[in-house]
């Protein structure tokens, strides 16, 4: 598999970074901590009276990023110096107002208005909130004006990162085996430092100052029967079945295995409702229905009885 770097020209002013987005799954795989009126970090959902700021690492050096074009698989990286060179032109340019939500809608009331890149792992600003960035990762803080967005999105827990937009030069660095073990290293440490954060967050009793590892696998056999459908479609056409994330295929594959699924899970597919109107199939494609993307990714996410059933468990185990 290819490993490309992609880089930065200083002398073209229409290089770099040119928006930061807000998204429900960030390709670099940190989410943010918002922040409240005492400056400590809180868990989104839990958010009240509150100054409305997200902040997060908007590019993280030497982190191989998986992607997908048209069926060619490949990975990304940034070196420090090109994270750094991003982070200075970012604001040279003008750019701190630029946000979009997952890459598609133009925010407005959005300010990149802190940025620095972490020097001190073990002093750095971000440590007090939780996050433990390695060296020449870049940090921003995005003051959220908007109420439309922080009520609908940030606190409805539909959006978990950064992303950035921008145009880059890429040189290919190396051929690299599948799975890239000594790049890898770092993601699967991430995935199983998220797996621990939704037990700690879902699961930590305050009164009782205890853990309950409950995760639940009661949903209808027609959630499952969607997602191995999906999962059917994409043994059989490969490449042609577009429309899902990475987050999507595994959930996709938890729903087919009949997992059991913790509370942050089940929220993640609860949120999934707003694509329902993206789930009927194009008649354009009635005939190849593995090729209409909102088609697909509706299935792999267990379709209306996979996510109706995540509302309501969702209802049930906060109201428990």
Known sequence: MKLYELLIDEELETMGVEAISIVENPAIGVDFVALAEDTTP?????????????????????????????????????????????????FKNSNHQNATLEHKDKLAGMTVYESWIVEDTQFDKSRKYGLDMPVGTWMVTMKVDDEDVWSKYVKDNKVFGFSIEGQFANALRREVEQPLPELLSDQKLDSILTK??????????????????????????????????????????????????????????????????????????????RHQKNAAINPEYKATPWKDNGYIAWLGWGGASGVNWAIRKLKSIDKK
Do not use: C
Not at 210 to 235: C, F, G, H, V, W
């Open 42 to 90: 809180v868990q989104l959902a839990e958010v009240s009276s509150d100054k409305r700021l997200l902040m997060g690492a908007a590019l993280i050096p030497d982190k191989p990023i998986y992607r997908n074009q048209d069926g060619e698989e490949f990975y990304i990286y940034f070196s420090q110096d090109t994270v750094r060179k991003a982070a200075e032109m970012f």
């Open 196 to 273: 621990l954060s939704d037990i700690v967050r879902d699961h930590y009793d305050a009164k009782k100052k205890e853990y309950s590892l409950e995760t639940y696998n009661d949903y209808p056999q027609s959630a499952t029967n969607n997602a191995k459908r999906a999962i059917a479609y994409k043994d059989k056409y490969g490449s042609e079945v577009k429309g899902m994330t990475q987050t999507g295929w595994t959930r996709a594959g938890q729903l087919a295995r009949k997992e059991k699924l913790s509370r942050s899970t089940i929220a993640r597919m609860a949120s999934f409702k």
